[in-house]
């Protein structure tokens, strides 16, 4: 079973000022903002789409464009490098993303900036600045995700098990985005892939953005009637993939199942594909 990739609070507030870990929070808004704000000491500021995109492609960052930015970040190829996200599923996204542009020693904070703040840690509004080194382009993995085709080919596939994580009203078709403030966006029609069942993310974390104990976990995809070791793989997608990310790391790294995907274009593409089919 691989070990969990997860860091608590205490443990980083333990190891604030250490010579090669670099911090990194992940914001949904292209705004710091909330990060000029107060962030944790030494941490660094990243869009999550600037970070994790492609430049000019609907695609993901690059072992070349990961290897740039955490080069220019005074990140180097051995860095410990700990994401948290504000929300919580932000970091988890970035972790999927630069996992697959090739960064090894990726760690993600336990319960993100929320439980952070929630416990009264010291924030910093100091911007810091580390020296630019060498990243070599290291080799990326694209086994963890799969595209629109291979989910489509798969619909009737007994071994395979599509998981849904969106809220219920997105789940039931009753709305395309978790929020629907200051419209319901995200796709052109509502409802879910054929097949897939459902498991709302928030099942998998606790009040503080923690994820569950691997005992509460293996409860709580019991109740769901999703067994990860009775199929071939078990592929995840929400309405832009974030979501996705957390039932990735609860099964894949937390577990340790190792045949975890992810949907990257989730609902928001398939929900506008022309010729593809929808369940209400």
Aim: one cysteine or more; glycine letters at 10%.
């Amino acid at each position: 079973m691989m070990s969990s990739p997860l860091v608590s609070t205490e443990w980083l507030e333990q190891h604030l000022g250490d010579p090669d870990l670099r911090i990194i929070e992940v914001c949904n808004l292209d705004d710091d903002k909330i990060y000029n704000e107060g962030h944790i000491p030494g941490a660094m500021w990243l869009y999550w789409k600037g970070a994790c995109w492609h430049e000019t492609d609907r695609d993901f960052v690059t072992p070349e464009a990961m290897a740039k930015l955490f080069g220019s970040m005074g990140i180097g190829p051995q860095s410990t490098v700990v994401l948290y996200g504000d929300p919580v599923q932000y970091g988890s996204y970035a972790f999927w993303s630069f996992t697959m542009a090739g960064h090894k020693n990726l760690r993600l904070l336990d319960g993100a900036r929320r439980k952070w703040v929630i416990e009264g840690r010291p924030l910093s509004r100091t911007v810091p600045r580390f020296p630019a080194v060498d990243y070599p382009v290291p080799m990326g993995d694209g086994s963890m995700r799969v595209g629109r085709r291979n989910v489509r080919d798969n619909l009737k596939n007994p071994k395979r098990l599509l998981l849904d994580v969106r809220s219920p009203e997105e789940y039931k078709g009753e709305r395309v985005s978790e929020y629907t403030f200051p419209v319901d966006h995200g796709a052109q029609r509502t409802g879910r892939i054929p097949g897939a069942l459902h498991l709302y993310f928030k099942e998998l974390l606790n009040e503080d953005d923690t994820f569950k104990s691997p005992e509460q976990l293996r409860r709580v995809l019991a109740a769901s009637g999703i067994a990860p070791d009775k199929v071939d793989d078990v592929v995840v997608y929400c309405r832009l993939s974030h979501r996705a990310t957390i039932g990735w790391i609860a099964m894949g790294h937390i577990l340790g199942h190792g045949n975890i995907k992810i949907y990257d274009g989730s609902w928001t593409e398939w929900g506008s594909i022309v010729g593809y089919p929808v369940e209400m």
